[in-house]
Nanobody, 121 residues
């Protein structure tokens, strides 16, 4: 059974960089056909796909976040990470790491439990 677990700080100062790590067990992040993604949900709003890293390491980003976002991976640890630069209070959200068959959140078949991140001084 595949499991995903997010980790990282729950509070980030504005203008700083948010870094989150997703640790995957029960599957390899180099498995064919899967995309490993970050999706967030701000309070009172819908889900927002941020970006994905494919099994071959290719990355895909939301156009609205591309200038501030980087997704990378450590295959030796079976982890992938999110970095979001220059955060503002609008980046406050629950952040999920996911596994899916595409880059749309409708393609997700497995979700992490989510982690609350608050951008505030």
């Amino acid at each position: 059974q595949v499991r995903l677990q997010e980790s990282g700080p729950g509070l980030v100062n504005p203008s700083q960089t948010l870094s989150l790590t997703c640790t995957v067990s029960g599957d390899s992040i180099t498995s064919r056909y899967y995309y490993w993604s970050w999706i967030r949900q701000p309070p009172g709003r819908g889900l927002e796909w941020m970006g994905s890293i494919a099994a071959d390491g290719t990355t895909y980003y939301s156009p609205s976040l591309k200038s501030r976002t980087a997704i990378s991976r450590d295959t030796s640890k079976n982890q992938f990470t999110l970095q979001l630069r220059s955060v503002t209070p609008e980046d406050t959200a629950v952040y999920f790491c996911t596994r899916g068959f595409g880059t749309n959140y409708n393609d997700v078949d497995t979700w992490g439990q989510g982690t609350q991140v608050t951008a505030s001084s």
